[in-house]
C-alpha cells in the first residue's frame, strides 16, 4: 500500500500524529492474567479491553507486490497507516487493536512505537491465512511450529503486546470437531516455548465461534486438564446482539451465566453484528456493565476497516484517505460512557478456581483428550534422510491429498498409522508432526517398498520420485528408533489432558484419516478419479 506522506499532512494527519507523541505517557505497563481478570501489571488496575480488529483490507493493496503465495498485509508493517489510524483509534477511545496477521519478515517497531505512546495493546493471531490448522485435514505439524513461534519471536519483545490467539474459529461445527486437539496441542506448545525462551509471560488463548451444538464443548475443552496444557483466556466471537436487543434477546445474560465460574479471563475476540446498519453499538453498554462486567473482560469490535461485508468503521480509498463512518462515531459515543465494575489486583482473590471437565464424545463433539505430539524436526530430517521414494520437487501441495488417499487406501486398514492424524481416537502417528512433504514421502516409500521397489511404484504421473538413503549417523538412529523406525507407530497422544479416555486397539479407525476405496471399484478408477481431481480423499 502506498500512502504518501503529502496526502496525510493534506488531511492534516502527520500533525495530529505528533500532538500523540508529545502527550507524556509511560512505557507501556504490561498486561497480566490472575485467575479470570486482566490487570495492568504495574498499577494493578484490572484491564478491561475496549478493542477494535485491524486488519489491512487486501483491496486496498496491489498484491503483485507481496511475495509468492502471500495472502496478507500485516498492518502492523505499515508506518503510513499506522500514522493516520492510530490517532483516530485512540479517539475511539480503543486501547487494544486485534490483528490477524503477522508479517515475521517485516519490522513492527515503528507502528508499536505508535500504538503504545497512545496507549493502545496489540492481541495477534500466531496463524496466517496460508498457515493455520486446516479444518478439514488438521495436523499440528514443524511448518505451522516454526510459524507460530516465529511469530512469537517477532512480538514478544513489546511490551504492548498482550497475548496471543493460537487459532480463530477452527472448529466451527459439529462436522470438524476432531481439529481441536491439534489446536490444543499448539497452545500447549505455545506456551510451552515462551518459558523455555524466558520471554515475557505473554497470554496464549483461542478465539471460538458461536455454533449453539459445540460452544459450550469447545470452552470446556481448552479450559480442561493441566493448566499447561490449556488456554490462558477464552476469546469469543459473537455476533448475536443486533441493533436495539437485550441481555435476553441475545442470549447474552445465558452467555455471561455459563462463563461465571470460567477460571481463565473471558471477552468478545468479535463482536458488532451490522444488521440493522448503520450500528448504535447498544450492546456496548451491556458489555461493560453491571451484569456482564463481572464475567468478561470487554471485547473486540469487528472491525476498523470497512469491507464488502460491511463490518467497518472507517473507509478508506484506494488513495489512502480516511473518512468515519456513522459506525465509528456511535461507538464513539458508547465507548465514552462506561464504567465496568472493576476490582484491583491486590485486593482480588480469584474465586473460579476450577478447570472444566473435558467434555465427553456424543453426536456433537468428538475430540479427543489426548493431544498430539510436539512437532520434534530433527527426528522428521533423521526419516527424511531415509527415503526411498518422495514427492517430485515442485508438486503442489495441494497434489498431496489424492496421493495420500490413494496410497493409505491400498496400503490398507493401519498402514498409515505412522503418520496417522485421528483427533477423534487420539491416535496420532510418530511423524505426523512431520510437514506434509515428509508425511508424504513417508507413505510414498511405504508403498513403493511394498511393491519391492519396482521403478513404476514410484512414480505416479511424475509426481514422485526415487531417492538414495544416506546411512543413518547415530543421533538420528536413536531418534528413528523412538518413533518406532522408519515404519513409524502410531502413538496414543503426546501428552494426555486428562484421565482421558485412551483408545484401544478395537475403535482404532483405519489408519487415521486415510480411506480406503470403496469396494467395487478398481484401483485404477479411483487413481484416475483423484488425479482427475474426483476424489474426495484428504489426509
Ligand atoms: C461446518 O463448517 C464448514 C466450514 O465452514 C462448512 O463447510 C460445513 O458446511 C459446516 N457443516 C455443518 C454441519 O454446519
Ligand atoms: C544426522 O543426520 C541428520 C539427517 O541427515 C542430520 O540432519 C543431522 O544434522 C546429522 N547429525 C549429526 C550429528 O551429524
Given amino acids: 500500500m502506498k500512502f504518501t506522506t503529502a496526502a496525510l499532512a493534506a488531511l492534516g494527519l502527520v500533525s495530529s500524529v505528533s500532538a500523540v507523541a508529545v502527550k507524556k505517557r509511560a512505557a507501556t505497563d504490561p498486561i497480566v492474567v490472575k485467575g479470570s481478570k486482566f490487570f495492568h501489571k504495574n498499577s494493578g488496575e484490572q484491564f478491561f479491553m475496549k478493542g477494535v480488529a485491524y486488519q489491512t483490507d487486501l483491496s486496498l493493496v496491489d498484491v503483485s507486490e507481496l511475495p509468492a503465495g502471500q495472502k496478507f498485509v500485516d498492518p502492523l508493517t505499515d508506518i503510513e497507516s499506522c500514522k493516520r489510524d492510530v490517532p483516530l483509534l485512540e479517539a475511539l477511545n480503543t486501547n487494544l487493536i486485534r490483528v490477524y496477521a503477522i508479517d515475521t519478515e517485516k519490522s513492527q517497531d515503528a507502528c508499536m512505537k505508535l500504538l503504545s505512546d497512545a ?65 490444543k496441542a499448539s497452545v500447549r506448545d505455545m506456551k510451552a516455548y515462551i518459558k523455555e525462551k524466558k520471554y515475557r509471560e505473554i497470554p496464549v488463548g483461542y478465539a471460538t465461534n458461536d455454533d449453539e451444538f459445540v460452544r459450550d464443548q469447545l470452552a470446556d475443552y481448552f479450559n480442561c486438564g493441566p493448566a499447561e496444557e490449556s488456554v490462558d483466556f477464552w476469546g469469543y466471537n459473537i455476533y448475536s446482539w443486533c441493533g436495539q436487543s437485550s441481555l435476553k434477546i441475545s442470549g447474552w445474560d445465558k452467555r455471561t451465566e ?37 464475567v468478561f473482560s470487554g471485547g473486540i469490535v469487528y472491525m476498523y476497516f470497512e469491507e464488502a461485508n460491511n463490518y467497518g468503521l472507517v473507509s478508506v480509498d484506494k488513495g489512502g484517505k480516511v473518512t468515519k463512518l456513522s459506525d ?22 480469584p474465586t473460579n478456581t476450577k478447570a472444566r471437565a473435558c467434555p465427553a464424545q456424543d453426536d456433537n463433539w468428538k475430540a479427543a483428550t489426548n493431544l498430539p505430539p510436539k512437532p520434534d524436526q530433527p527426528t522428521c530430517e533423521c526419516l527424511r534422510s531415509q527415503l526411498t521414494c518422495v514427492p517430485a520437487a515442485n508438486l503442489a501441495e495441494k497434489k498431496y491429498a489424492d496421493i495420500f488417499g490413494y496410497i493409505c487406501g491400498q496400503l490398507g486398514e493401519g498402514g ?106 478398481s484401483t485404477l478408477v479411483i487413481l484416475v478419479a483423484s488425479f482427475l481431481g474426483m476424489g474426495m480423499i484428504m489426509l
Avoid at 330 to 349: E, H, N, R, W
Fill in 119 to 183: 496507549g493502545i495493546y496489540v492481541i495477534a493471531d500466531l496463524s496466517e491465512p496460508g498457515l493455520s490448522v486446516n479444518r478439514d485435514a488438521p495436523a499440528w505439524d514443524h511448518h505451522l511450529y516454526e510459524r507460530y513461534t516465529a511469530v512469537i519471536d517477532k512480538l514478544q519483545k513489546y511490551d504492548n503486546v498482550m497475548g496471543f490467539f493460537a487459532g480463530n474459529e477452527v472448529t466451527n461445527n459439529k462436522s470438524n470437531t476432531d481439529a481441536s486437539p491439534f489446536v
Fill in 328 to 349: 465509528y462515531t456511535a461507538l464513539q459515543g458508547q465507548l465514552d460512557d462506561i464504567t465496568p465494575k472493576s476490582v484491583k489486583l491486590t485486593s482480588y482473590t
Fill in 258 to 294: 455459563e462463563y461465571a465460574d470460567y477460571n481463565v479471563p473471558v471477552f468478545f475476540a468479535e463482536y458488532g453484528c451490522n444488521e440493522p446498519s448503520p450500528r448504535k453499538f447498544t450492546e456496548v453498554q451491556a458489555l461493560y456493565g453491571d451484569v456482564m462486567s463481572p
Fill in 416 to 521: 498409515c498409522d505412522g503418520i496417522a492424524t485421528d483427533g477423534t481416537n487420539g491416535i496420532y502417528g510418530s511423524y505426523s508432526m512431520c510437514d506434509a512433504e515428509i508425511r508424504l514421502g513417508w507413505a510414498l516409500t511405504k508403498y513403493y517398498e511394498s511393491q519391492n521397489s519396482a521403478a513404476s511404484a514410484c512414480d505416479f504421473e511424475r509426481q514422485a520420485r526415487v531417492a538414495t538413503p544416506t546411512t543413518l549417523n547415530s543421533t538420528c538412529e536413536k531418534m528413528v528408533d523412538a518413533a518406532g523406525g522408519t515404519a513409524g507407530k502410531a502413538l496414543e497422544g503426546g501428552s494426555s489432558t486428562s484421565s482421558g479416555k485412551s483408545s484401544t486397539e478395537s475403535d482404532k479407525p483405519n489408519a487415521g484419516s486415510c480411506l480406503t476405496p470403496p469396494a467395487g471399484l
